[in-house]
């Protein structure tokens, strides 16, 4: 598994510059804490997010998630297998748009969603107004550049 805390860490570094199962269509889903939900994807992907608390951001809503199953890529170690993103802050039009399917409830948030959420704040750091897919791919972008 790829190092939580050298990922958590390029998250917010990457945040400063962001600006049953459903099927999403229709009306935004209501995000709730602990709900797991599918990505769309261009190519089919384990990735899911899971939905831990919304907050007021300005003049949006800040919708802070983390990745489960995150596939590694080529070009970063760990490559083949999966990371978890323990905390990733979207505007939440953005995630509405990101996600696909209910797939459970009450799934709880991974160990270091805390930490990261409070580098967040600390930081002042932004949110995520692209897709979840985009916002993976500028993660291990950064990472690679490492």
């Given at each position: 598994?790829?190092?939580?805390?050298?990922?958590?860490?390029l998250m917010n570094a990457c945040v400063a510059f962001a600006g049953g199962a459903e099927t999403m269509s229709g009306?935004?889903p209501d995000f709730a804490s602990g709900q797991e939900w599918s990505i769309k994807s261009a190519a089919p992907t384990?990735?899911?997010?899971?939905?831990?608390?919304?907050?007021?951001?300005?003049?949006?809503?800040?919708?802070?998630?983390?990745?489960?199953?995150?596939?590694?890529?080529?070009?970063?170690?760990?490559?083949?297998?999966?990371?978890?993103?323990?905390?990733?802050?979207?505007?939440?039009?953005?995630?509405?748009?990101?996600?696909?399917?209910?797939?459970?409830?009450?799934?709880?948030?991974?160990?270091?969603?805390?930490?990261?959420?409070?580098?967040?704040?600390?930081?002042?750091?932004?949110?995520?107004?692209?897709?979840?897919?985009?916002?993976?791919?500028?993660?291990?972008?950064?990472?690679?550049?490492?």
């Open positions: 598994m790829f190092r939580k805390g050298l990922l958590a860490v009306p935004a384990t990735a899911k997010v899971v939905i831990v608390r919304s907050e007021p951001w300005h003049e949006n809503v800040a919708v802070h998630i983390a990745i489960v199953d995150v596939p590694v890529p080529q070009g970063v170690t760990g490559v083949g297998g999966t990371t978890v993103i323990t905390h990733m802050p979207f505007d939440r039009s953005a995630l509405a748009a990101s996600v696909d399917r209910l797939l459970a409830t009450g799934v709880p948030p991974p160990s270091g969603f805390e930490s990261g959420y409070k580098h967040w704040q600390d930081a002042k750091g932004g949110i995520f107004t692209v897709s979840v897919e985009k916002a993976i791919e500028f993660t291990f972008q950064a990472v690679g550049r490492r």
